[in-house]
């Protein structure tokens, strides 16, 4: 599968600029200058909820987290054959038990029939919904970037149209660098927004309706072209 690299400070009418960029572990946003070794971080074992939450609308507007050693009280999402799938009902999400600011995530989508759904990013305290970021997976409007909940952000609206018809899956990847954020669909180019606020929290996927699969999700770390802190 083709390799896609956003440069949020060199976006040309040509395209993208490709840059390479250091990886990074959970939580380095309080010290960007401490760097690993590159490479994609799998989110997902496969076999169960390992390093997840699922988080689900319960009565009277209150909801209910459910860790992996609580996953069998809810039927909402599941692990099978290699995916989460999730049902659509109720409303929630299955987010990561860590949080992230620089990264690109990666995540393959499949919905048997049209429906909605999306990826939060810089997710805050959880709700249905939570504040944070919306990287849209409506059929029409996959790709798009929008905030929820209080989060604030400039842009975000497609500039192209890259989803696959129901029955197939779809590769996405969301960029956030800094508070820019930009989604890539299916090797496309599709939302850029930017000053982001928050710009920094957990990655969650969403039941929303109908039923949808996730597979292949994983992350790479990276550390802006700026520090934060001095090197010494």
């Avoid at 996953?71 to 860590?98: L, S, W």
């Avoid at 960029?175 to 496309?188: D, M, P, Q």
């Amino acid at each position: 599968m083709k390799t896609i690299h956003v440069c949020f400070v060199a976006l040309t009418a040509a395209g993208l600029t490709a840059v390479l960029v250091r990886g990074q572990r959970t939580g380095d946003y309080r010290d960007p200058d401490w760097s690993y070794e590159e490479g994609w971080t799998p989110l997902f074992n496969g076999k169960d909820f390992t390093g997840w939450v699922v988080v689900l609308e319960q009565s009277e507007g209150k909801i209910r987290r459910y860790r992996p050693q609580e996953i069998g009280e809810q039927n909402t999402f599941a692990v099978r054959d290699g995916r989460i799938v999730t049902t659509g009902k109720p409303n929630g999400y299955v987010r990561t038990v860590d949080v992230f600011d620089n990264f690109v995530f990666h995540v393959e989508v499949r919905f048997a029939e049209s429906g909605n759904s999306g990826v939060l990013i810089h997710v805050q305290q959880d709700g249905v919904w939570p504040k944070g970021i919306e990287c849209q997976l409506y059929q029409a409007h996959m790709g798009r970037i929008f905030p929820i909940q209080g989060a604030t952000l400039e842009g975000g609206e497609m500039i192209h149209s890259a989803a696959r018809p129901p029955g197939e899956w779809n590769t996405y990847e969301v960029y956030s660098e800094e508070g820019r954020v930009a989604t890539v669909l299916n090797g496309v180019l599709v939302g850029l927004a930017s000053n982001a606020n928050p710009r920094v929290g957990y990655i969650g996927l969403q039941a929303e309706g109908v039923p949808a699969e996730f597979r292949n999700m994983k992350i790479k770390r990276f550390t802006p072209a700026h520090h934060l802190r001095p090197k010494p």
